[in-house]
């Protein structure tokens, strides 16, 4: 083109300018029919392409466009209004979603949801744990029910505390063959205890403590309202009479009370001491010991002394009284006295009292020996 030509007006410029226009409101149009065609039912932005690019593949198939700023800033305007009109859509569906659950709250809980504080910069990427805490709201029936078993159970403890039946009002007693059941009772401390507060193995002590004829004592909790005591008493083997009393003596020396008649009881008679044993007490052991083997090896002994000198004695039917200590070698000293006692009545000596205590120094006393030792 020259100069001139640029300088004189192409008369047929301004009909192909506005033919240019009529086609560029077509191809607009029909780009618009196209991407309201082309759009998902859920409006996702992420899954639309660009207007641009629209505009790009549009324009590119008619061949005659370029694309110009005006059209940039128009398509970049219309994907701000869409969006938007997303978001409005998302901000309602969301105040629907929770108008419903806080419309089934009362059937299904309600849910309260922590995710924590999200961090920053790299971090942020990092998908954090969430916590979910229901509260369950109970149906009607279930409410009912649980009413119902907290009633059963407020009525349950109510009778066990005020009814007599769960107090201790009498015990049960296995074992008993000379001790007062109603003493045993007291001495318990159970009289008027709630079934609950009772404490067996202090119980059982009590019991040791009330009554020195119980060797051993257990106590028992039978349910719902029992009490069962087992005990052990002391079995006696010697009847002791001093100082006006009678008490029993256990094997092993122990002095507990005489609570029947036990006619096969070997009596001891103590001389000396003037004041009765005191129960729960003891006499030397082998004193009791002693005693136990003397009868065994004399059996037509009816009963024997004591004094805590000589030990035991018997009155022997030949009119003196032998005296044999304590001890286990009784055996021995039986013999030693048979020889003495067989050799005085050899030499026509009546003896008043034998003494055996020491076996290897046997000693006799007669009549005329006592009184010339009090002269």
């Known amino acids: 083109m020259s100069f001139f030509d640029r300088l004189i007006p192409d008369p047929e410029k301004p009909d192909r300018e506005k033919s240019g226009e009529s086609r560029m409101e077509q191809i607009r149009a029909r780009r618009s029919a ?25 324009f590119a198939d008619a061949g005659a466009y370029t694309r110009t ?10 994907r701000e209004q869409e969006q938007a009109q997303e978001r409005k859509h ?32 790299w971090l942020s990427r990092i998908p954090l744990p969430q916590i979910s805490i229901s509260r369950i709201a109970l149906p009607n029936g279930v409410r009912w029910v649980g009413l119902g078993l907290a009633g059963i159970c407020l009525a349950l ?7 007599d039946y769960f107090y201790v009002l009498s015990i049960n007693t296995v074992g008993v063959r000379y001790v007062d059941q109603d003493r045993m009772y007291a001495g318990s401390g159970l009289h008027g205890s709630h079934i609950l507060w009772v404490n ?19 106590v028992k909790i039978v349910w719902p309202a029992k009490i069962l005591v087992t005990i052990e008493e002391y079995e006696p083997t010697l009847l002791w009479q001093q100082g006006g009393a009678e008490n029993w003596i256990t094997s092993d020396g122990k002095v507990v009370t005489a609570l029947a008649s036990r006619p096969d009881l070997l009596p001891i008679i103590a001389d000396a001491p003037a004041e009765p044993l005191a129960v729960g007490s003891s006499v030397p052991a082998a004193a009791v010991e002693g005693a136990i083997l003397l009868k065994a090896l004399r ?17 022997d039917g030949r009119g003196w009284r032998g005296y044999f200590g304590t001890g286990a070698n009784m055996e021995h000293k039986l013999l030693v006295y048979e020889t003495l006692v067989t050799d005085l009545e050899t030499r026509g000596i009546h003896p008043q009292y034998v003494l055996v205590v020491d076996p290897e120094s046997p000693v006799y006393y007669t009549d005329q020996m006592m009184n010339s030792e009090g002269q």
Do not use: C, M
């Not at 403890?157 to 009814?163: C, E, K, Q, R, T």
């Open 34 to 58: 196209q991407s309201e065609k082309a759009r998902p039912a859920s409006r996702n932005a992420r899954n639309v392409r660009s207007d641009s690019q629209k505009y790009e593949s549009t």
């Open 69 to 78: 700023p005006a059209d940039l800033a128009l398509a970049r305007a219309k």
């Open 90 to 121: 998302a901000q309602q569906q969301a105040r629907v979603r929770a108008q419903q659950r806080a419309r089934s709250t009362r059937f299904r809980g309600e849910a309260a949801t922590w995710t924590g504080e999200r961090p920053s910069g």
């Open 157 to 163: 403890l109510i009778f066990i505390f005020a009814s």
């Open 200 to 218: 067996p193995a202090r119980a059982a002590e009590n019991l040791l403590q009330a009554d020195p004829n119980i060797k051993h004592a257990e």
């Open 299 to 315: 059996t037509n002994i009816e009963s024997l002394h004591y004094d805590p000198i000589n030990g035991l004695s018997y009155q």
